[in-house]
């Protein structure tokens, strides 16, 4: 992959038992224009470390990453000049190209994906609010009656009185009629 060196705080030395290691830590773009962070070992492994240790603001490089365990762990680190990497290709999903390093779409959510991400973050409110409710109440905890509850919960949080909203309106427009 292909990383975009962001900052890179230098090495603090770390104790654990009576061994020490050092720790980089590594801010960096990735290939869709993603900023992540990563936290090199000296112990895991020394030419990455010393790789990055050098590394500049600016500056692109090669990182071989290889999954061990539930890590990934940069086995390689190598400066590039810049050119397209033969792994790299322009991402359907976010149309960036890796010569320009440039999004052409957004990585942004659209409105209706914003609305259906608090719509999710509503009705978890209110399914925790049922499920504290039935517990405080000491009643059993059935599926079918949390739910219910978290429905009813929801249309009440979710509730529009229309007539108030129109006479807010018309009041907000009081000023723009000519008498």
Request: charged share 25%; aromatic share 6%; proline share 4%.
């Amino acid at each position: 992959m292909r990383i975009e060196i962001v900052n890179v705080i230098p090495p603090k030395t770390e104790q654990r038992g009576n061994s020490s290691y050092q720790v980089l830590e590594v801010a960096y773009k990735d290939e869709q224009g993603r900023v992540s962070g990563k936290k090199i070992m000296s112990f895991a492994d020394p030419a990455v470390f010393e790789t990055l240790s050098k590394s500049n603001r600016g500056e692109s490089y090669d990182i071989k990453a290889v999954k061990e365990g539930k890590f990934w762990n940069w086995k390689d680190a190598s400066k590039s000049d810049g050119s397209v990497s033969p792994t790299a290709a322009k991402s359907p999903s976010t149309g960036f190209t890796p010569t320009t390093g440039r999004v052409t779409g957004s990585n942004y959510a659209t409105q209706a994906e914003r609305e259906w991400q608090q719509t999710r973050i509503g009705r978890q409110a209110c399914l925790n609010s049922a499920i504290a409710l039935a517990v405080s109440n000491g009643s059993k905890l059935k599926l079918e009656a949390i739910v219910a509850d978290a429905e009813k919960l929801e249309a009440w949080v979710n509730r529009r009185d229309a007539k108030k909203e129109a006479v807010a309106a018309i009041e907000a427009m009081a000023d723009d009629i000519p008498i």
